[in-house]
């Protein structure tokens, strides 16, 4: 179960499901028989999302959080729900809710605030999520999460880790870390010149135990190869690298120190002898020959990370 939602288009409830077209809150009956528009002379609306089958949303050039409150289900269908200004806001703020609390990214701040709209504490983040509904970020069990953060060009995770004061359980101080996103069990082919940089001799790291398997399963199953593929001898292939793919991740949970957590990998596989089979010519390397010597995988698998590591 996910345990943290942030603002999108579309939201489900027992009644039925809500969603955004062009702007306007639409709502469908749960056997798909009628759609109708909730109000017709509301402002824009960029998202929304759902907090104990109460509908909140923002608008497109107004700051803040705002719920859709009614007196009774059939008010939304007949465009008498009513706009409550919830959280107060700033440009770009970006909101989040694991039907405990409410988390808000707020210039370089991250806000808390239980289900009443009561402000638990405000306390500096490191990692700032991407501009846009909070893309790249996400917040769970209080813990921040960012891909390619303003802090973090290269790609990295960067986690924000809350740190509770003893006397004070609703004050917090947030300690940066970083994940890495990518394992080296090669050299980086020259065309990748941004992994040639990060993948020096030193960080090259022998198979693990996780490693060895994944490339037997690769091997042994060919229901993972695309077509374009099927004929190559995967001996004279060997692992590149193992990265997490460059989307948002799914975040779960933290349990026993660790982040538990689900996300597409991206695994590189290359010839063993690609230096022998690939021209270089002023314009650069050639796009078919380099399918020629690699392809890669993105499986999806269910990792974990060391809060302290």
Same mark, same amino acid.
């Given at each position: 179960?996910?345990?943290?939602?942030?603002?999108?288009?579309?939201?489900?409830?027992?009644?039925?499901?809500?969603?955004?077209?062009?702007?306007?809150?639409?709502?469908?009956?749960?056997?798909?028989?009628?759609?109708?528009?909730?109000?017709?002379?509301?402002?824009?609306?960029?998202?929304?999302?759902?907090?104990?089958?109460?509908?909140?949303?923002?608008?497109?050039?107004?700051?803040?959080?705002?719920?859709?409150?009614?007196?009774?289900?059939?008010?939304?269908?007949?465009?008498?729900?009513?706009?409550?200004?919830?959280?107060?806001?700033?440009?770009?703020?970006?909101?989040?809710?694991?039907?405990? @609390?409410?988390?808000?990214?707020? $210039?370089?701040?991250?806000? =808390?605030?239980?289900?009443? +709209? !009561?402000?638990? &504490?405000? /306390?500096?983040?490191?990692?700032?999520?991407?501009?846009?509904?909070?893309?790249?970020?996400?917040?769970?069990?209080?813990?921040?999460?960012?891909?390619?953060?303003?802090?973090?060009?290269?790609?990295?995770?960067?986690?924000?880790?809350?740190? @509770?004061?003893?006397?004070?359980? $609703?004050?917090?101080?947030? =300690?940066?870390?970083?994940? +890495? !996103?990518?394992? &080296?069990? /090669?050299?980086?082919?020259?065309?990748?010149?941004?992994?040639?940089?990060?993948?020096?001799?030193?960080?090259?790291?022998?198979?693990?135990?996780?490693?060895?398997?994944?490339?037997?399963?690769?091997?042994?199953?060919?229901?993972?190869?695309?077509?374009?593929?099927?004929?190559? $001898?995967?001996?004279?292939?060997?692992?590149?690298?193992?990265?997490?793919?460059?989307?948002?991740?799914?975040?779960?949970?933290?349990?026993?120190?660790?982040?538990?957590?689900?996300?597409?990998?991206?695994?590189?596989?290359?010839?063993?002898?690609?230096?022998?089979?690939?021209?270089?010519?002023?314009?650069?390397?050639?796009?078919?020959?380099?399918?020629?010597?690699?392809?890669?995988?993105?499986?999806?698998?269910?990792?974990?990370?060391?809060?302290?590591?």
């Amino acid at each position: 179960k996910v345990t943290v939602r942030s603002i999108g288009r579309v939201c489900q409830t027992k009644e039925g499901i809500y969603f955004l077209y062009r702007g306007r809150l639409m709502y469908m009956n749960s056997v798909g028989t009628e759609v109708k528009e909730v109000a017709s002379d509301w402002q824009p609306i960029e998202g929304i999302m759902i907090i104990e089958n109460n509908i909140f949303c923002i608008f497109r050039d107004k700051l803040g959080l705002y719920e859709i409150s009614m007196s009774s289900n059939n008010d939304y269908v007949e465009g008498k729900g009513n706009i409550i200004e919830f959280i107060s806001g700033e440009k770009d703020d970006r909101f989040y809710t694991d039907d405990k @609390y409410i988390y808000c990214f707020s $210039n370089g701040m991250l806000e =808390k605030y239980t289900l009443d +709209g !009561r402000k638990v &504490y405000s /306390s500096k983040v490191f990692y700032e999520p991407r501009p846009i509904l909070g893309i790249g970020s996400t917040v769970f069990n209080g813990y921040s999460v960012c891909i390619n953060g303003n802090q973090n060009p290269y790609g990295d995770v960067g986690i924000d880790v809350p740190c @509770y004061y003893i006397f004070n359980w $609703n004050k917090v101080k947030y =300690k940066q870390k970083r994940l +890495g !996103r990518v394992r &080296y069990y /090669s050299e980086a082919s020259p065309w990748d010149l941004f992994d040639c940089y990060f993948s020096k001799q030193e960080n090259i790291e022998p198979y693990s135990a996780w490693t060895w398997k994944m490339d037997y399963i690769i091997r042994n199953d060919k229901s993972w190869w695309k077509e374009e593929i099927h004929d190559r $001898n995967v001996e004279e292939y060997e692992p590149v690298s193992i990265k997490l793919y460059d989307l948002n991740p799914n975040y779960y949970r933290v349990l026993d120190g660790y982040i538990y957590f689900t996300q597409r990998l991206e695994i590189t596989y290359r010839d063993k002898n690609y230096k022998d089979k690939i021209r270089i010519t002023s314009e650069g390397f050639s796009e078919e020959e380099k399918k020629e010597v690699e392809f890669k995988f993105h499986p999806q698998a269910m990792l974990r990370a060391k809060v302290e590591d």
